[in-house]
């Protein structure tokens, strides 16, 4: 098997909503209004209920409740709305994707957690727009759920042999002869998603041998603490964290572990944002 036949076989109801293509138009248009944000989030249902859970969850910390979604367009910001919509697109494929095969719970917690570390690390950094961290780190391994879809056994080879301590992108190379991140930048691409968000997801396990750019090391670390964080298997941070790149970014292991805590104690509240 290779990438290709899993994007071949993909199902045909996974595809980009039409919203994110107009919240994409309106971003590059400098003249779009509040009000051409909410009309085009009005009419998906699934966003519009995501959006106003957000607006008036702890994230934000409003005492007053926002009731209407031209209010939670003015609190969250053009950008940000973008970037949801892309995550709700990403909850939707979770849920479509789901197999009996494979434990969907830890998947959500994987993946949730990963996407908040992504986000921490990128605040910690001063990076810009750091709700795209979010998205590449909640995404990243959803081609571990096309695999689980499309050929079960091959990715229950890859769980047994991540099990025995083997780390899950060697364990996924080793079977399948691709990482479950490639496979989901090859998807993302088709979905015509922005490269801010595929190419790093594309190259998260190439750090050592290309040149990178901060948001593939923040990927790269946030990976590495999910894997400590929400795997079975027996990883430490000082075992599986990259000394040195953490070093290039002046973060600490104490640092490490602050955002892993931070990301831990805000992933249940995500997880039901998004669950709907």
């Not at 399948?176 to 922005?194: E, H, I």
Request: charged content about 20%.
């Amino acid at each position: 098997m290779d990438i290709a036949y899993y994007i071949e076989n993909l199902p045909k109801s996974l595809v980009l909503p039409r919203t994110c293509f107009e919240l994409e138009r309106l971003i590059k248009e400098p003249s779009s209004t509040v009000g051409a944000f909410a009309d085009v989030i009005a009419i998906d249902a699934s966003l519009a209920s995501k959006l106003l859970k957000l607006a008036n969850s702890a994230l934000y910390g409003r005492r007053m409740p926002i009731t209407t979604i031209d209010q939670a367009v003015k609190l969250i910001g053009f950008n940000q709305i973008h970037e949801l919509a892309l995550t709700d697109l990403a909850s939707s494929a979770f849920k479509q994707l789901a197999s009996r095969n494979i434990d969907i719970e830890r998947f959500w917690q994987m993946s949730v957690f990963r996407g908040l570390c992504s986000k921490h690390l990128a605040q910690f950094l001063k990076l810009p727009q750091i709700e795209r961290h979010f998205v590449c780190g909640l995404t990243k391994d959803l081609g571990e759920l096309l695999v689980y879809r499309i050929t079960p056994e091959l990715a229950m080879g890859c769980q047994e042999r991540h099990s025995t301590g083997l780390l899950p992108w060697h364990a996924q190379q080793e079977i399948l002869g691709f990482s479950y991140a490639q496979l989901t930048a090859q998807l993302l691409k088709g979905w015509q998603l922005p490269p801010q968000i595929i190419i790093p997801i594309a190259h998260v396990n190439q750090a050592h041998d290309i040149e990178i750019n901060n948001d593939i090391k923040v990927l790269y670390i946030a990976s590495r603490l999910a894997v400590c964080q929400i795997s079975q298997a027996p990883f430490t941070y000082e075992a599986v964290l990259d000394e040195a790149m953490c070093q290039e970014l002046n973060l600490s292991i104490i640092d490490v572990r602050y955002i892993a805590a931070c990301a831990y104690e805000e992933m249940a509240h995500i997880i039901s944002i998004l669950k709907g």
